[in-house]
């Protein structure tokens, strides 16, 4: 159903110069239409915001690249027993919105993956460019904003890990400390596990484990993340 937004403005911006000049209003004139058009503006906004529209807003906080990463361990059958391989991803991105949402998006270029690899064949020259997952995590936005400098906080946080068609989702405790006014730093109390089974069925993540000679995978991947963020 349609809102008739354009005559109940008219009628409010009639009904506004009404009350300011004590008179019924004529034509406007040049000065009256320069005048009325951010009443409409206004009326409009405040219907809008009565019937549930909101306009987007800025991110609050944006992620530190240079101090943000992730380490996973991955656990690989060998013949002489199982193997722990330790891997790390550095230069997270990503920004905070007002409503605590975050999201990081993850490439094979920002593991050391490629490092341990060696030179890749040209028919994968465009792995590194290849998106691994993007985690999602929602911040609560009112706990952030109580910490004082010096102060820790301990939150459940929802999180996901979107890989193509597949969503990995759980509760993640997550410790916030407010460095200063405008610096936030974060880890998670316990790893993210990640079942190995799911990560060997990904084509990227099978491909790099095929170069890098693991095998197969057994139990999950404990992932920890830990990343600094500034207010913009």
């Known amino acids: 159903m349609s809102l008739p937004f354009s005559r109940w403005t008219r009628a409010l911006s009639r ?19 320069r005048f009325g058009a951010p009443i409409k503006a206004a009326a409009l906004a405040f219907a809008m915001s009565g019937i549930g529209v909101s306009l987007p807003t800025q991110a ?18 060998g013949r ?13 991105s990503g920004t905070v919105g007002d409503d605590g949402k975050m999201s990081i998006p993850l ?8 490092d341990k690899v060696g030179e890749l064949p040209p028919w994968l020259s465009g792995v590194s460019q290849m998106r691994l997952a993007t985690l999602t995590l929602n911040l609560d936005p009112l706990a952030i904003a109580a910490l004082e400098p010096g102060q820790t906080t301990r939150m459940q946080v929802p999180f996901s890990a979107t890989d193509g068609n597949r969503t990995h989702r759980e509760t993640l405790p997550l410790e916030v400390t407010r ?9 998670n109390a ?7 089974a799911e990560v060997a069925r990904n084509q990227v993540g099978s491909t790099l484990l095929n170069l890098l000679g693991y095998g197969k995978l057994v139990g999950d991947i404990p992932v920890t993340l830990q990343g600094e963020m500034v207010d913009q």
Do not use: M
């Open 15 to 33: 009904t506004l110069a009404r009350r300011s000049t004590g008179k019924p209003t004529s034509r406007p004139t040049a000065a009256k239409s």
């Open 60 to 77: 609050a906080w944006q992620l530190v690249p240079d101090s943000s990463g992730a380490t996973a361990t991955l656990t690989a059958q």
């Open 179 to 187: 460095q200063d006014a405008t610096h936030l730093t974060f880890i």
């Open 190 to 196: 316990d790893p993210i596990s990640l079942d190995s």
């Open 107 to 114: 490439s094979v270029g920002q593991t050391d993956l490629l």
């Open 80 to 92: 002489q027993g199982n193997v722990e391989h330790v891997h790390h991803l550095n230069g997270l």
